[in-house]
């Protein structure tokens, strides 16, 4: 299942992307304006951003994405009737494609997904240059853990150095947040890692950032009633300062 961010404001639009899914098992974020779209690519972590526009204000609004760390990689569709003068633009900021907005469900499905399976391509090559595949946020009274490629091929592994004793005896007392929102997918055996690495990390007191994986985990596994799950950042950090308050 890949997570789809569309930017556009017109609701017409929107359903028919919505129609063109329904058969699928991609989860749609809908946003209205690129203020809002670009909130939902930092809390949402989309795997692709379908952008309705056109021309100047196009482009305007790509680049805008492409300058924030958090949209500066993910893969980006136009739905426009094609410009060729726009073409060496759109190619330089990484425009995966131009999506007709006249085409009809079964066919924009089809762009879709051929856009994915770039996308899907990319994130593997990622995967291979990084010597990272764990990233450790910690600030006082606070650890973020998030897995950054697939579970079982790269995450584990470095999991059995990341996870040490000390490290773990360290944030003992810390709020502890396991984000899986750049894992590409989670098989059956990744969902019981998942778990474990829940387990290992602090239990029911670990609060799980899922995004597109939300589904999941809380139809195929426990943490869904025994840890607070979470589809995007900002659901979690309303939460954190809710307990904060009450505190």
């Known amino acids: ?47 692709l951003i379908l952008i309705a526009s056109s021309g100047d204000e196009a482009i305007k609004l ?7 760390p958090a949209a500066k990689d993910t893969g980006i569709v136009l739905i426009d009737t094609m410009t060729p003068a726009l073409v060496p633009r759109l190619k330089q900021l990484g425009v995966l494609g131009v999506i007709s907005p006249d085409l009809d469900p079964g066919n924009l499905a089809k762009k879709i997904v051929s856009a994915l ?20 946020t910690r600030k006082p009274g606070r650890v973020d853990l998030a897995v950054l490629s697939g579970i079982k091929e790269y995450a584990l592994p470095e999991a059995r150095v990341v996870l040490n004793p ?4 360290l944030i003992k007392h810390d709020l502890v947040v396991l984000d899986i929102r750049q894992v590409p997918g989670l098989s059956d055996a990744e969902l019981r890692m998942v778990e474990q690495f829940v387990t290992v990390l602090g239990g029911p007191a670990v609060l799980v950032l899922a995004g ?3 589904g999941m985990i809380v139809a195929q596994t426990e943490l869904g009633t025994k840890n607070k799950v979470f589809f995007t950042s900002e659901e979690l950090e309303a939460h954190v300062a809710k307990s904060k308050g009450k505190g």
């Open 1 to 47: 299942m890949s997570l789809i961010l569309i930017i556009d404001s017109d609701a017409s639009h929107i359903a028919r992307v919505e129609q063109s899914l329904k058969a699928s098992a991609h989860r749609l974020l809908t946003a209205e304006s690129p203020a809002r779209g670009l909130e939902l690519v930092r809390s949402g972590n989309p795997d």
């Open 62 to 68: 790509i680049s805008g994405l492409r300058k924030d």
């Open 117 to 136: 399976s770039i996308v899907e391509k990319t994130k593997l090559e990622h995967a291979l240059k990084r010597t990272n595949h764990i990233q450790v």
């Open 166 to 169: 000390f490290f773990l005896k």
């Open 212 to 214: 597109k994986h939300l």
